[in-house]
T-cell receptor, first 113, second 108 residues
């Protein structure tokens, strides 16, 4: 596997469920990101991690909980979500935070019922 | 506030016609701007950045600080250019802020 891999590709969950999205990068990068892509909205930055340390939390509700156990893996833990949280969640990585060339995964399509 | 505006949701042109995808930004510092592209069934990827001042797949973009614009141009559109194009601004060296995107449709 090369590049940035996200699993699952599709997820349907109820509002009371707890689930997690996983992202793995095989590029040796030091920064990882979560973006949210909704219909009619721009890509919204959610979290930025640099060497497992969170460097930015873009006013994201606490029902989204990121975890970065090492520089190659990034998780987004989901609990008690709302239907408006349904979106495509994109993971990306870059050599360093703020390095403009991001490498994106294919995304995890989340539907909250 | 830092913001990227792409005023056109959809741009339709014929093959061989010139293309200009508009992007305006709001940023108090020295901006670093990018264009990303997403072809059908492919992931989002970098097309070009203003620092490199290069032409990629025939596309160029010039940073105009006076007009706070970074429009993407190509003199002769090809069908394979059909895609979603996003303009992005580097936010204080931490991450990119994206515009809403413009769908470019090139027909023969």
């Amino acid at each position: 596997e090369t590049g940035v891999t996200q699993t699952p590709r599709h997820l349907v969950m109820g509002m009371t469920n707890k689930k997690s999205l996983k992202c793995e990068q095989h590029l040796g990068h030091n920064a990882m990101y979560w973006y949210k892509q909704s219909a009619k909205k721009p890509l919204e930055l959610m979290f930025v991690y640099s060497l497992e340390e969170r460097v930015e939390n873009n006013s994201v509700p606490s029902r989204f909980s990121p975890e970065c156990p090492n520089s190659s893996h990034l998780f987004l833990h989901l609990h008690t979500l709302q239907p408006e949280d349904s979106a495509l969640y994109l993971c990306a990585s870059s050599q360093e935070p703020g390095h403009g060339e991001l490498f994106f995964g294919e995304g995890s399509r989340l539907t909250v019922l | 506030a830092q913001r990227v505006t792409q005023p056109e949701k959809l741009l339709s042109v014929f093959k061989g016609a010139p293309v200009e995808l508009k992007c305006n930004y709001s940023y108090s510092g020295s901006p670093e701007l990018f264009w990303y592209v997403q072809y059908s069934r492919q992931r989002l990827q970098l097309l070009l950045r203003h620092i490199s001042r290069e032409s990629i797949k025939g596309f160029t973009a010039d940073l105009n600080k006076g007009e706070t614009s970074f429009h993407l141009k190509k003199p002769f559109a090809q069908e394979e250019d059909s895609a979603m194009y996003y303009c992005a601004l580097n936010k204080a060296g931490t991450a990119l802020i994206f515009g809403k995107g413009t769908t470019l449709s090139v027909s023969s």
